[in-house]
């Protein structure tokens, strides 16, 4: 099947952030990105504004013209945003404001209401939800029950291991996605992949539909250029 590349731009933004200009300009790079291959752009708006912009979603959203994704956890601040800007898919996030980054999935069963009540909220303005999640089966079957269109699995775990054992380190993963597709639930998947882990990721996982990916493919097009770096990416997701 075909798994979709989401690259996520807040890497750009950092950039441009330390100088205080608009170099490089995040909303060009996403308009790159889709003209390289690119079939989503994904970005983290966070409170502190410390890479994407409260204005930058708006001056994305009418730019991309793949799929929009926008993570992060929900707020109200962050549900007024995405309830205006309508990105195709709002991926919830568990951090909190002050988090350096996503580093663990949610605990649907102890904020089960609370994501219910946010998903209906999204799902009525049209919007497809996906849910952080680990590899917990139970975890994931909680998840259907919220009315998610999808999970996002949490690959920051295989990262790590994969370097150690990667049969071992895919084997959760691989049982996560057949689990969550047995629940009628798509599956996303983001953290620290990269050209080293993500095609075994791909061969071994059934049923991605997409991958979001950020540090490692922008570090990547520092040596390899924007272009040629998401073909390799997009190379790595080929049905082999
Ligand atoms: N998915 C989620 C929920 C994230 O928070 C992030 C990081 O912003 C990613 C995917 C992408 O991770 P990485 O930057 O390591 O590719």
Wanted: glycine residues 6%; contains cysteine.
């Amino acid at each position: 099947m075909t798994t979709n590349l989401s690259v996520n731009i807040n890497k750009i933004a950092t950039l441009r952030n330390a100088r205080g200009g608009n170099l490089p300009n995040v909303e060009n790079v996403a308009v790159d990105c889709e003209r390289f291959g690119a079939q989503g752009i994904t970005i983290h708006p966070r409170p502190d504004e410390r890479h994407i912009r409260h204005d930058d979603v708006f001056l994305l959203r009418p730019l991309v013209r793949t799929e929009f994704n926008i993570e992060g956890y929900p707020s109200p601040e962050f549900l007024d945003l995405v309830l205006k800007v309508k990105p195709e898919q709002v991926t919830l996030v568990p951090d909190a404001p002050d988090a350096l980054t996503s580093s663990a999935g949610w605990e649907v069963a102890e904020n089960f209401e609370f994501l219910c009540e946010v998903i209906e909220r999204l799902k009525d303005a049209g919007i497809r939800t996906s849910i952080f999640v680990g590899t917990d089966i139970e975890n994931i079957k909680m998840a259907a029950k919220t009315g998610a269109d999808r999970i996002e699995l949490y690959t920051g775990p295989y990262a790590v291991e994969y370097k150690k054992d990667p049969a071992k380190a895919i084997a959760p993963y691989a049982a996560a996605a057949k689990a969550a597709h047995n629940c009628g639930l798509g599956v996303n998947a983001g953290h620290d992949l990269s050209l080293e882990n993500l095609a075994y990721f791909k061969q071994n996982v059934g049923y991605l539909n997409e991958v979001s990916i950020g540090h490692c493919l922008i570090s990547d097009a520092l040596y390899l250029g924007l272009e040629k770096t998401i073909k390799a990416y997009k190379d790595c997701l080929k049905d082999k």
